[in-house]
Antibody
Framework: QVQLVQSGAEVKKPGASVKVSCKAS????????MHWVRQAPGQGLEWMGW????????SYAQKFQGRVTMTRDTSINTVYMELTRLTSADTAVYFC??????????????WGKGTTVTVSS | EIVLTQSPGTLSVSPGERATLSCRAS???????FGWYQQKTGQAPRLLIY???SRATGIPDRFSGSGSETDFTLTISRLEPEDFAVYYC?????????FGGGTRVEI
């Protein structure tokens, strides 16, 4: 079945960087886009950007431009999201979510379980 | 960016009752690229409705979506105990992709 498995929780100091991974299985990795969405404690969902599995092309939310980099490794069906210059405001759960262009018209149909990133001195 | 405003913030209902959740967009949204998600505590969001009114795979028919342009509605016809959660509306047709602030459905 389609599955997205994310890397484990991270604790970082302010100013550091974090790199979260999301390994896909159960479908053709290069046929799909992958979004990253984050959720601060007790807050709503915030879209960060997407990466296309085939070309590696990306689109980032303006808020994160210059601080976020999304990459992928097609040999292991894995996407990565790196966020730099972390502050306490970046403390959140980070989700990867597949964009489905075939059945649901671009909706995020499958989600990873999330990776908790805590930024604390 | 398109701002999605959900109301009410919290909806208190009993099992078996009907729940109606609203989402208003700051400008017109293509119905093709509008959806609803359910999120339970400690879990990832789950796609319920896409293209404003189509149920995702495995979603029971007590969930229905409607609306167009700037006003959209999610209706849960008869609440089951497992339906108590937070619901988010979502537009994914225009960048930046945005979500509403959520409606908590509680007993």
């Amino acid at each position: 079945q389609v599955q997205l498995v994310q890397s484990g929780a991270e604790v970082k100091k302010p100013g550091a960087s974090v790199k979260v991974s999301c390994k896909a299985s159960g479908y053709t990795f290069t046929d799909y886009y992958m979004h990253w969405v984050r959720q601060a404690p007790g807050q709503g969902l915030e879209w960060m950007g997407w990466i296309y599995g085939k070309s590696g092309g990306t689109s980032y939310a303006q808020k994160f431009q210059g601080r976020v980099t999304m990459t992928r490794d097609t040999s292991i069906n894995t996407v990565y999201m790196e966020l730099t210059r972390l502050t306490s405001a970046d403390t959140a759960v980070y989700f990867c979510a597949r964009r489905d262009d075939y059945l649901t018209g671009h909706a995020m149909d499958v989600w990873g379980k999330g990776t908790t990133v805590t930024v604390s001195s | 960016e398109i701002v999605l405003t959900q109301s009410p913030g919290t909806l208190s209902v009993s099992p078996g009752e009907r729940a109606t959740l609203s989402c208003r967009a700051s400008e017109s949204v293509s119905s093709t690229y509008f959806g609803w998600y359910q999120q339970k505590t400690g879990q990832a969001p789950r796609l319920l409705i896409y293209s404003a009114s189509s149920r995702a795979t495995g979603i029971p028919d007590r969930f229905s979506g409607s609306g167009s342009e700037t006003d959209f509605t999610l209706t849960i016809s008869r609440l089951e105990p497992e339906d108590f959660a937070v619901y988010y509306c979502h537009q994914y047709g225009r960048s930046p992709i945005t979500f509403g602030g959520g409606t908590r459905v509680e007993i």
